[in-house]
């Protein structure tokens, strides 16, 4: 029988044998999985460990926290501060960039995370997840600032998610593919149970708030009138509806099976570029879904290469199946050609 490769082992070997990953971001991945399992746990004991609710706080968003908001954020700042790989820190739920304090050696790299997304989701026990994206220091940086955050996702070294479901799931592209690990809760430890994930291209699955429809610009609205006109439309086939409301959630279901996910801009508050993050949710997520060979657009170009201005900045999200995400983009060329 094949021993199981554990987490561990993966990381290793993408390190000694593919020379892919450093000593250093071998080690941040391991610390990562190590906090995961940790809120894995906190998420588990809902309101018997006296987690659930609102910790009475807001984000720098004007979100109301959570308690395990707050309890998912600690436990990845605690973990990551002392190892001597990073060199600061980012998170939905800080409103600053946490650099490495002075009494701990410092790293090349830029850790970025969204503790714990989903958060509407925590007290009805449905999936939640943490993600999280990789980035080096600029060469030549000295005291790390905020403005090294601001790469183009295309820039990632690393990233994943972690979901908290029926099982607990990591899922993790360091640039050559995307593996997922699956929490033994015996054992302790994280096993390979995917590799070489693949998105198929085509899909009769989409996921959007619909409650959101009236507020929706013209191009998303014609492609989802399109998906609900079913069989007798113009796309000839039917579709089905999921919105699980956690984009981790969300966005493993379509890693799994396929599907098209939208968080679009829309008119609600015309200023704002969409709902959802770009540097530590829809950064890493894209880069997930491009590895397993779906895209991820925000309507009129490819994620991954926004230059972001802000930590916090916000972005248009359209990703998964290849042909319906470049369809969506179409739609957006045909409406507004010279924008
Ligand atoms: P959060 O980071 O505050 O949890 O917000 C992000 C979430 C995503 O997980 C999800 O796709 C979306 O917001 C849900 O939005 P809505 O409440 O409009 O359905
Ligand atoms: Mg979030």
Not at 315 to 326: C, F, T
Request: net charge negative; charged share 20%; with cysteine.
């Amino acid at each position: 029988m094949i021993a199981p490769v554990s987490l561990t082992r993966y990381l290793v070997e993408k390190q000694r044998v593919d020379g892919h990953i450093s000593a250093h971001l071998r080690l941040l991945l391991e610390v990562v999985a190590r906090a995961c399992k940790s809120i894995s746990l906190s998420v588990n004991k809902g309101a018997l460990g006296g987690v659930l609710g609102v910790a009475g706080t807001e984000n720098v968003q004007g979100e109301i926290q959570k308690k395990l908001d707050i309890i998912a954020n600690e436990v990845l700042v605690e973990a990551n501060e002392w190892g001597g790989h990073l060199a600061a820190m980012a998170s939905e739920e800080m409103t600053h960039i946490h650099p490495i304090p002075n009494r701990y050696p410092k790293g090349e790299y830029l850790l970025m995370f969204d503790p714990l997304d989903g958060s509407s989701n925590i007290d009805v026990n449905v999936s939640i997840g943490t993600i999280f994206s990789v980035l080096q220091l600029p060469e030549g940086a000295t005291d790390v600032a905020e403005k090294d955050f601001l790469q183009p996702g295309r820039n990632q070294v690393a990233a994943g998610y972690c979901v908290y479901g029926p099982q607990t799931t990591l899922v993790l592209t360091v640039g050559d593919g995307v593996a997922m690990f699956t929490l033994d809760r015996e054992r302790g430890s994280f096993v390979l149970t995917q590799d070489g994930v693949h998105i198929p291209e085509d899909t009769q699955e989409f996921a959007i708030n619909m409650s959101n429809m009236r507020h929706w610009d013209a191009p998303v609205k014609r492609y989802i009138d399109e998906c609900l006109a079913g069989a007798d439309g113009p796309r000839g086939k039917d579709f089905n509806m999921r919105w699980i409301a956690s984009m981790v959630a969300d966005v493993h279901r379509i890693l799994t099976r396929g599907g098209i996910f939208m968080y679009p801009w829309d008119q609600r508050e015309p200023k704002r570029p969409g709902k959802l993050r770009l540097l530590y949710e829809a950064s890493p997520m894209s880069w997930l879904i491009e590895q397993a060979g779906g895209a991820a657009s925000t309507g009129h170009g490819r994620i991954l290469d926004v230059q972001p201005h802000a930590l916090h900045e916000r972005v248009s999200v359209i990703l998964g199946s290849k042909n319906e995400v470049e369809r969506v983009t179409r739609y957006h060329q045909e409406a507004a050609p010279a924008a």
